[in-house]
Structures are given as C-alpha cells and as structure tokens.
C-alpha cells in the first residue's frame, strides 16, 4: 500500500446513528483500535443521531455525524477522506442518502475527494463475505457452551428488516452459510427480520421474528429455548440490553411461543470484525 496515499487519507467509520450513548461508544472504540492496527487516522462518525447525545454521557467529546464533519473538513482545508461503512450491506443509508451528503460536500469544495468502501458483506449480497457467517458461528457456539445447551438447538437469525430487498437476501445467503458451519449443532435455522413496513411489497423480510412458534415442538412437556444469532453491530434500541428485539422475545415467552431465549453477542464486539473493515479499506487505497 503506497505511504503517501495512506497519509493524506482520514477514515471515517460510520454507522447509521443512534441516541443511546453505548452505540457511539461502541463505535468509537472500534475506530481507536483499527486506526491502531492501520496506522490510519480513523474516527467514529455517524449518518444521523448521535450528535444529540448529551456529551456528558459521552465522556465529554460530543458525537458528530457526517455532514458537520464534511463541513468542518472544508473548514480546515482537508480534501481527502473515506468513508469505510459499519455497515452489514449496501442499505439505502450508503447507497443513497451518503451519496447526497457527499454530492452537497462536493458542490462546497469541488476539489474535495471522497471515496466510499464496500460496506462488511461486500456489495454482492447473494454472496456475502463469508466472515460474516464465521462471526456469527463463534458466536453461537460460545453462547451454547456458556449457557450449557444441547445440541441440535433451534437457531433463529435475526436482522432488524429493511426496505430493500437486498438486504434479505444478505440475511438469507448468510443464513444458509451459518447452517453448514453449524452443521448437527443446529436442528434449523430461521433467517428472519424484527420489524418490516406494512403490505406486500416489503413481504421479502417475513417471517418476522414474532411469529416464530415452537410450542408443536414440545419434548417432555416443555417448550423448546430458542437461540438468537444476533444480525445487528452495535448496541442500539433495537439490539441492545432491554432493546426492541428482547422485548419481542420476552412477549414470546408469555404467550408460549417459546421456552426462553439466549442471545448472541453482537458482531462488532468480535475481533475478525477488524480483518473485514482492513480488507475493505485496502480495496479503496
């Protein structure tokens, strides 16, 4: 990799955003230690959200999102920058809404470059970097011995649900990978999403996690526990401790869909996370 071409670089992680201060955090302490792996200057930016946070829930350094962060770089003079996605695949935050951010940056400084990494599965989602499924395998099998479950468990893997259909099919393609890394460990393994818009056009994220039910499957009078692979980054209201995808679980337990449930860690606390986002800024250096 050219020295010269790395130095005049700033990499900016970012993340869609969010108002819990874990998330933000979380992010922030994945970019210190990629900037220390690449000798990179690396910072933890966001789309949206987190420069609401109160910095004092922050450790006094406020949050910023992207396009405060184009705008100070203008400021300064800085012409060069990539922005390496935490992101599982190509959503409409990258190929969309980052783009617009970019273009408006552009217009202010015409001279500014900007380069966008492929997001962690790469951009073909019906062949997703097989990492992914490797994270989420060491994942479940920690989970299994930690909690002392018996093989075959059910296993249901679960995103938060999109409005593109592509990212369905990530889900699905990385779904399939994880089964045959499982193997007799698993009995099934459910891809499904948390939430989805209302109406047929969007029926490419069901099933929804809610609607799983394995009460059929009753073996000595109790309903089965059912094991979550976690398809989320960081801790968020939605993937997080109290967040909307245990709540979904625990009203699974009340209504006798379920037995219990354990959760697996989220995927940006595992360190094979770091060999994807080194990998994916290479391809734009």
């Known amino acids: 990799m050219n020295i010269l071409l790395k130095s005049k670089f700033t990499i900016l992680l970012f993340d869609n955003g969010s108002l819990r201060p874990q998330a933000s955090l979380a992010l922030r302490s994945i970019a210190q230690r990629l900037a220390e792996m690449t000798d990179l200057r690396v910072e933890a930016v966001s789309l949206l959200h987190s420069h609401k946070i109160d910095k004092a829930e922050l450790g006094g350094e406020p949050a910023t999102i992207i396009r405060r ?39 202010l ?15 073909d989602v019906s062949d997703p970097d097989p990492r992914l499924a490797e994270i989420l395998a ?26 593109i259909e592509a990212l369905s099919i990530l889900r699905n393609a990385v779904s399939k990978q994880l089964k045959n890394l499982l193997g007799n460990r698993v009995r099934q393994v459910v891809a499904c999403s948390m939430e989805r818009r209302e109406g047929d056009a969007y029926a490419f994220n069901d099933p929804l996690l809610e609607t799983l039910d394995y009460s059929a499957d009753c073996t000595g009078g109790s309903v089965p526990v059912l094991l979550i692979a976690l398809f989320f980054l960081l801790p968020g209201r939605h993937a997080g401790r109290g967040g909307d995808v245990e709540a979904i679980l625990d009203q699974m337990i009340v209504s006798g869909k379920i037995g219990g449930y354990y959760n697996t860690d989220l995927i940006g606390s595992h360190p094979k996370l770091y060999s994807i986002l080194s990998d994916r800024l290479a391809s734009v250096l």
């Not at 400084?109 to 951009?123: D, F, H, N, Y």
């Not at 002392?148 to 468990?153: L, M, Q, T, V």
């Open 69 to 107: 962060r184009f705008k100070a770089g203008i400021a300064k003079g800085e012409k060069h920058f990539i922005c390496l996605p935490l992101f599982l695949g190509p959503s409409l935050a990258i190929t969309e809404y980052l783009k617009e951010l970019i273009e408006e940056a552009q217009r």
């Open 109 to 123: 400084s015409p001279r500014m470059e900007i380069r966008i990494a492929p997001p962690l599965a790469g951009w």
């Open 138 to 163: 060491d994942q479940v099998r920690s989970t299994m011995d930690v909690h002392g479950c018996i093989a075959p468990i059910n296993l249901a893997l679960v995103d938060h649900g999109s409005p």
